[in-house]
């Protein structure tokens, strides 16, 4: 354990967790802030048995890391000491992996209780600092695109207003009903125009103004599709293609929508704008969806053949003010605003090395690890002193993940959203839930395939099915032979689902 030696050199408690959660080494601030002998220390097995927080669950906060295998840091909370329930410090919690184990890190902030209102209140400002920032970045997106919007608006006005002009001339005839269908034509091209100019006008509105704190469900390839047709004009009027490539049979994200189309936008028009200046022939964009099963990622490639970027900008590409385009072209605010944004979605956004053009690549968690880690309330504190129960929900419409969210959420349950059977069952392996909700009519297995796997892998609490009503007899035959806990039939609402949900529960066990 020598390796681990230079936490002796740190000045906060640090110990050494293997991937079990077992306590493996220790420094010699430990002793101090825990106020116990090393010979004592030493027979503790699990963090628990030395200290305890009622504002956090450590075991939960714990899993979460493991799953994730990444840095995690909690808000400040209160711990006490096991042997002295009533020594109680503030401290803030932080795990990170470290050659295959994790060190936890207590950084002691009792002393700084008396600035906790004016550190709070710089953080405000941060904040407010950020969102004005990204929002000043969105209007400089939105002001280099408005020549292409002011074309794509144009187009459809004006074949409005020529047909319109046909109806006019139709109307002065004599017998304006003779020419019924072509008025009726005409009228329906009218329409369709002006529905054409309020989606562009909805999408301007939406980019601008949505919430920006929201995260939802998102079928990536529909917000991708999205993203480029704000792109799509200028591109080919340089002669560029977009192509969009998905490797995954259903890719789906938990992401603030409007904040990632932000992303892809920036990284998108990027591209175009190094193919237009490099006057290169055929340009061609690429964009790929994939995942990573073993990395528990999903992954967004945006590749151009364009010039590349000079070497001196790739150390310093993601720092403000950073920018490869003339003076008054660009902020160099663009790529910096995207790492903040991909950080917090806990994803990562890299140069990849190629040897023409250049290669950003995206990596966002998969949606059941980021659903189980992303529980805010518990995480900060703020949840009820009982614990938590955790809810997969399986079903291949992103749509309706997002409508069981807002009511699970709101019922002070933890959501676990998942889009394909395969994914679920894996997580399944790694984390611990109270209930599972499936959709039987998936296309990769039924409900009944997966409620199958889900019982052969070991998983013995209730499961709810989530059908139609023409399944109702497929369910009373599974529901003996694979234990099936109730039926949620579809179209359902709030009342239903969470009756369906707590009658399960507390069937089971008596644990709603």
């Known amino acids: 354990m020598s390796g681990f030696a230079i936490l002796d050199q740190i000045f906060d408690a640090a110990m050494v967790l293997n991937q079990k959660g077992e306590i493996t080494y220790f420094n010699n601030q430990s002793s101090i802030f825990f106020k116990m002998p090393p010979r004592l220390l030493k027979q503790k097995k699990h963090l628990n048995q030395i200290c305890e927080s009622r504002d956090l669950d450590l075991d939960q906060w714990l899993t979460s890391a493991f799953l994730s295998f990444d840095v995690l840091i909690s808000p400040e909370i209160k711990l006490h000491l096991v042997h002295e329930p009533d020594t109680e ?136 599709n999205n993203a480029t047709e704000w792109i799509r004009p200028a591109a080919k009027k340089a002669n560029i293609e977009i192509k969009i490539e998905k490797q995954a049979q259903k890719v789906v994200a938990l992401a603030n929508r409007i904040k990632l189309e932000q992303v892809l936008i920036n990284l998108i028009k990027n591209s175009v704008d190094a193919l237009k200046d490099s006057n290169t022939q055929e340009g061609q964009i690429k964009i790929i969806l994939s995942k990573s099963e073993s990395l528990q990622q999903t992954i967004i490639d945006v590749i151009d053949n364009g010039p590349g970027m000079p070497a001196e900008m790739k150390k310093n590409l993601f720092k403000p003010f950073m920018t490869t385009k003339d003076a008054g072209r660009g902020t160099g605010l663009g790529l910096s605003i995207c790492a903040k944004i991909i950080e917090t979605h806990r994803g990562k956004i890299e140069l990849v090395e190629s040897e023409k053009g250049c290669h950003f690549r995206i990596r966002l968690p998969l949606i059941e690890v980021y659903s189980y880690t992303r529980n805010d309330r518990s995480m900060s504190g703020t949840a009820k002193k009982t614990k938590q129960k955790r809810v997969l929900v399986l079903d291949n419409e992103v749509q309706i993940l997002n409508v069981l969210d807002a009511f699970l959420k709101d019922e002070d349950y933890v959501f676990i959203g998942s889009t394909v059977p395969q994914d679920a069952l894996d997580f399944l392996t790694k984390a611990s839930v109270e209930l599972i909700i499936t959709d039987f009519s998936m296309p ?60 399960a529960l507390k069937s089971h066990g008596g644990k709603a």
């Open 89 to 224: 410090y503030s401290v803030i919690l932080k795990l990170i992996p470290i050659e295959g184990n994790f060190a936890v890190y207590f950084q002691d902030k009792t002393v700084e209780n008396t600035l906790h209102n004016k550190y709070r209140d710089q953080m405000e400002e941060l904040k407010k600092t950020h969102h004005q920032i990204l929002q000043a970045d969105k209007l400089s997106t939105l002001g280099e695109l408005t020549a292409t919007i002011s074309h794509e608006i144009n187009n459809p006005l004006t074949i409005a207003a020529g047909h319109s002009e046909i109806i006019k001339d139709y109307l002065k005839m004599k017998d304006p009903l003779a020419k019924l269908p072509q008025l009726q034509n005409a009228n329906t091209v009218v329409l369709d125009s002006l529905e054409r100019v309020n989606q562009i006008i909805r999408n301007m509105k939406d980019f601008l103004h949505k919430s920006e704190d929201e995260k939802e469900y998102c079928d990536l390839e529909a917000l991708l």
């Open 444 to 503: 990769e297995m039924t409900g009944a395939q997966f409620a199958e796997e889900a019982r052969r892998i070991g998983y013995t609490g209730p499961l709810l099915y989530m059908t139609s009503a023409k399944f109702i007899e497929q369910y009373n035959k599974d529901k003996k032979e694979l234990e099936i806990s109730g039926l949620i039939i579809k179209p359902f609402n709030r009342e239903e689902v969470m009756t369906t949900v707590n009658l």
